[in-house]
C-alpha cells in the first residue's frame, strides 16, 4: 500500500499538537488515575501530556501492528497493562497513542479498558469511532510522517534552474 498523501509532521508541530490534547483532556477530568500509552508511538505524547497534567504513574501496552511500514501486519500483545489498572475496567485511565489508524490496535486496547478514556493526537476516519479525544484528523489514504521517523537531509529544489 503506497499512500496518496504525505502529512509530515515537525517535533515543534507534534508538541504544540500533543499540548493542545493536553489541553482538552485536562477539561475532561481534572485528575487521571494513570495514563497507559500504547507503544511506541504513544510514548512521546504520553510524555508530554503527563507533564502538563501532572499525571506521575505513566504504564505501557506493546502492541505490534506495522511489521513493515508500508503494510499493517496481524496484532500481537508483546506487553499487557498491569493488573491494578484494570480494576473497574479502565476507569479513571486515559489511553494516549500518536495516531488511529484502521481502530485495530485501538479496539484491542479498549477491549482491555473499556471505561478509560482514549486520546490520540491524530486520527483517521476508520478508527476515529473508537477514539474519545483527539487534536487533527486526517483522511485514511494519508500517511502521517512522525519526526522520530524523519531525519534531516538537503532537499533539491524543485526546479533544478534556480539562481541563487
Do not use: N
Request: proline share 5%; glycine share 8%.
Amino acid at each position: 500500500m503506497t499512500p496518496e498523501k504525505s502529512f509530515p509532521v515537525s517535533w515543534d508541530q507534534f508538541h504544540r499538537d500533543a499540548r493542545a490534547l493536553a489541553w482538552r483532556l485536562a477539561g475532561v477530568r481534572k485528575e487521571w488515575r494513570a495514563i497507559v500509552c500504547i507503544t511506541r508511538g504513544g510514548l512521546v505524547p504520553a510524555a508530554i501530556i503527563a507533564r502538563e497534567l501532572g499525571t506521575r504513574l505513566i504504564e505501557t501496552v506493546c502492541i505490534a501492528s506495522y511489521h513493515e511500514y508500508d503494510e499493517q501486519g496481524e496484532l500481537k500483545v508483546l506487553k499487557d497493562v498491569s493488573p491494578t489498572l484494570l480494576d473497574d475496567e479502565g476507569e479513571g485511565i486515559l489511553i494516549v497513542d500518536d495516531l488511529t489508524d484502521t481502530g485495530k490496535t485501538a479496539g484491542l486496547v479498549r477491549a482491555m479498558l473499556p471505561k478509560a478514556h482514549f486520546a490520540t493526537v491524530y486520527a483517521k476516519p476508520k478508527g476515529r469511532p473508537l477514539v474519545d479525544t483527539f487534536v487533527t484528523e486526517v483522511s485514511q489514504d494519508t500517511w502521517i510522517f512522525f519526526p522520530w521517523d524523519l531525519g534531516l537531509s538537503f532537499q533539491a529544489p524543485l526546479s533544478k534552474d534556480t539562481a541563487g
